[in-house]
């Protein structure tokens, strides 16, 4: 495997007796990359992540870890590594110091400084017992023992499920830190826009299979081109939608009568031709967005009976409510 390859995942398949797993499942990630997994609860993001870690032992398929094989190495693999699990489960331990403290043991840490550095940052008081803790303040705990020994690679399964907005942006900017620095992570979500924000690459597991994958930035500077345009006359508005719904350069269209107002996907190099039609029109405001990766997601599920827009809507709305 090449060295600037960290973690290499080629057709793994597990099947559990309830149809859900992964299957033929393969992706790579570079030395220094934040790579995303995104998909709704069940799509295989965790079951993924437990072979890398080696807790699972694949069906079929091959998973390396810096060329290392997780399963039958899996204390080299996670000696190095820093870990957030999707579902949370602490010892009893007195409080979250005591937690602390058997966590640097864990990691032959000479001391704890940088973990004392990340309470403070994330507000956090490790003093309370751990059985007593918030789901938020679980969270904290978990970010500091994964991130406190400055690990090369970490592995981040829904990372800031229960934290509040302030404490998910210093989350980013902690995650784009050791970026800076060299680690390789991945991270696993389905919130779009903390995908967005942090990563290199995003891929898409639909039943646990890969539907997609791309760079962001590929999303961001997507050919096709989003506007949302509102019209001073009703009479011009209603005159526009007509012709746009008749010609096929105007995609995805929708409209709100009651604003005049028209949102509509165009390829870029039909940007001209809407100028032209508009010009004969008294426009009170257009604007556009580039394509994003809700978008893009919702391309491959909105039309899937299994994974309903609103669901996977309410699943993303939960997870803010808890935060």
Same mark, same amino acid.
């Given at each position: 495997?090449?060295?600037?390859? !960290? ?5 793994? !398949? ?30 295989? *993001? ?47 331990? +007195? ?36 059985? #007593?803790?918030?789901?938020?303040? +679980? ?10 020994? *400055? ?6 399964? @829904? ?9 998910? &942006?210093?989350?980013?900017?902690? !995650? &784009? ?24 690459? !995003? ?30 006359? $009703? $009479?011009?508005?209603? @005159? ?13 269209? $929708? ?9 509509? #996907?165009?390829?870029? +190099? ?28 919702? $391309? ?24």
């Amino acid at each position: 495997m090449p060295e600037d390859i !960290v973690i290499s995942v080629k057709n793994l !398949v597990k099947n559990y007796s309830n149809g859900k797993g992964v299957f033929d499942f393969s992706m790579q990630i570079n030395r220094g990359e934040i790579f995303g997994l995104l998909g709704p609860n069940g799509a295989g *993001k965790t079951t993924t992540i437990r072979h890398i870690l080696g807790f699972q032992k694949p069906e079929k398929g091959e998973i390396r870890v810096n060329n290392i094989d997780p399963w039958y190495f899996s204390d080299i693999v996670n000696s190095g590594m820093g870990y957030i699990p999707g579902e949370i489960a602490f010892p009893n331990f +007195k409080n979250g110091w005591e937690f602390i403290n058997q966590m640097a043991k864990f990691k032959s840490m000479d001391n704890i400084d940088y973990a004392k550095e990340l309470v403070k940052r994330f507000s956090f008081d490790p003093s309370c017992r751990v059985k #007593t803790m918030s789901k938020g303040m +679980k969270q904290k705990l978990a970010i500091v023992t994964a991130f406190m020994n *400055k690990p090369n690679t970490l592995i981040l399964d @829904e990372p800031t499920s229960g934290l509040d907005p302030l404490m998910q &942006l210093e989350f980013d900017k902690l !995650v &784009l830190e050791f970026k800076a620095a060299g680690a390789t992570i991945l991270l696993s979500s389905h919130i779009f826009s903390e995908i967005e924000k942090v990563c290199d690459k !995003v891929c898409i597991i639909k039943d646990g299979k890969k539907i997609y994958e791309t760079k962001i930035e590929n999303i961001r500077h997507d050919e096709n081109k989003n506007y949302k345009i509102e019209f001073i006359d $009703k $009479k011009q508005y209603q @005159e526009f939608l007509s012709i746009a719904t008749k010609n096929q350069i105007f995609e995805n269209l $929708k409209n709100v009568d009651e604003r005049n107002q028209i949102f509509v #996907t165009i390829n870029q +190099k039909n940007t001209n031709t809407l100028t032209q039609y508009l010009a004969k029109y008294d426009i009170k405001y257009i604007q556009q967005n580039s394509k994003t990766l809700e978008e893009t997601f919702m $391309k491959y599920y909105s039309n899937d009976t299994n994974y309903s827009f609103r669901d996977i809507k309410k699943q993303i709305l939960t997870d803010n409510d808890n935060k």
